[in-house]
């Protein structure tokens, strides 16, 4: 690949291809061309990036007849599975943020702080992780490597921004008392719903099963007992997360702490004596993964606890997303 490439974001208009667009920016991601693609409701519309004003073109089958290098996929499940091929034939890498291809075996599934040695293994098609596994696996894959885990358990607080534009409507509508329900089935202004994404017949939630598996492929390790329940909360933006670990081996407080303190991409915030912890409203905006309550679970041999704090909308999907696109400029 060229070390400026054909840039195409689809779904461009929506909530995380917008923060794609901030964090290319941001990073100042080399690009040669840069194609903004969304459905038909918005083609015909502009958006300013670096200075510049770009059209946005209707998503069809051939959007990908022009040169594309990297094509930056958040239009939904759907239009990832029809589009995703067709792009990838053309000659373009798609990073797809949605679920579409996350589990198919032959798409690596990548959180470049933990697995960065997949990208290399892509056949068109690489796939960014859920947003509340990505932040998990950057806090846990330090004491995977020192340690071992044997089982883990999920529970999530999540925030609206990851049911995109309508979820920040829900909640924000709703707290001036008009309950929309147009991305949840009940009021999220006031209550916490022990629901993301649909019921499957094992009783959980397709987003506690999307944590569940892709915890065992982004380790690589099937062997690895994970539950999750996972739960949207009335904040903006950040997923918040209580991560209990059962490590295979014994460990010292502090060297975990230390360990996570010098992993890649995580901050420690952890000083309860003065109230200090990760926080949704501090950690959006951020890049990196906020870790804190780190304490020993006396209930099991060798348990501990963790609070982990990311912004969905940007270490969840774009940043990483971004991260992934920086690595394939520097692998190919
Ligand atoms: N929000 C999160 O925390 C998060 C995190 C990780 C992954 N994701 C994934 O990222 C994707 C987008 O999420 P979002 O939160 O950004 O949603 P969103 O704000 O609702 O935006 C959806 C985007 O997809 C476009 N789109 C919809 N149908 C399309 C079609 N048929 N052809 C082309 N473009 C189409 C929309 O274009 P129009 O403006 O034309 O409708 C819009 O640009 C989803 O797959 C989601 O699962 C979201």
Redesign the pocket.
């Known amino acids: 690949m060229k070390n400026k490439p054909n840039l195409a974001v689809?779904?461009?208009?929506?909530?995380?291809?917008?923060?794609f667009l901030k964090v290319l920016e941001e990073r100042n991601f080399p690009y040669e061309r840069l194609y903004l693609?969304?459905?038909?409701?918005?083609?015909g519309?502009k958006i300013v990036f670096r200075g510049n004003e770009y059209l946005?073109e209707?998503?069809t089958e051939h959007s990908f007849d022009k040169p594309v290098d990297i094509a930056l996929?958040?239009?939904?499940?759907?239009?990832?599975e029809?589009?995703s091929p067709i792009a990838a034939k053309n000659g373009a890498v798609v990073v797809?943020?949605?679920?579409?291809w996350r589990m198919d075996a032959n798409v690596p599934l990548v959180v470049p702080e933990v697995n960065p040695g997949e990208i290399a293994k892509h056949k068109g098609i690489i796939a960014?992780p859920?947003?509340s596994t990505?932040q998990a696996m950057v806090a846990l894959k330090p004491l995977y490597d020192r340690y071992g885990i044997k089982r883990v358990v999920y529970s999530t607080y999540?925030?609206v921004?990851?049911?995109?534009?309508?979820?920040i409507r829900d909640l924000e509508e709703g707290l001036k008392g008009n309950d929309l329900n147009i991305a949840y089935p009940h009021p999220i202004a006031g209550n916490c719903l022990p629901h993301i994404d649909v019921f499957l017949d094992n009783g959980y939630t397709k987003e506690e099963m999307k944590m569940i598996n892709e915890t065992h492929k982004i380790l690589g390790d099937d062997k690895i007992a994970v539950t999750a329940t996972t739960v949207r909360v009335p904040v903006l933006y950040s997923?918040s997360e209580s991560i209990n670990v059962e490590l295979e081996k014994p460990f010292e407080l502090e060297e975990l702490r230390a360990l996570l303190a010098a992993a890649p991409g995580i901050v420690v915030v952890d000083d309860p004596a003065k109230n200090e912890y990760p926080l949704a409203r501090a950690a959006a905006g951020r890049d990196e993964v906020f870790v804190g309550r780190i304490r020993r679970d006396f209930s099991v041999e060798n348990g501990v606890n963790l609070w982990v704090v990311a912004d969905?909308?940007r270490k969840?999907?774009?940043t990483n997303a971004v991260q992934i696109a920086e690595k394939l400029l520097e692998i190919l």
């Open positions: 689809v779904g461009a208009t929506g909530l995380v291809g917008g923060t693609m969304a459905s038909a409701k918005s083609a519309s946005v209707e998503l996929f958040s239009a939904g499940g759907g239009t990832s029809k589009f797809d943020n949605s679920s579409a960014n859920n947003c990505i999540q925030s921004s990851g049911t995109g534009l309508k979820g997923h969905n909308i969840g999907a774009a």
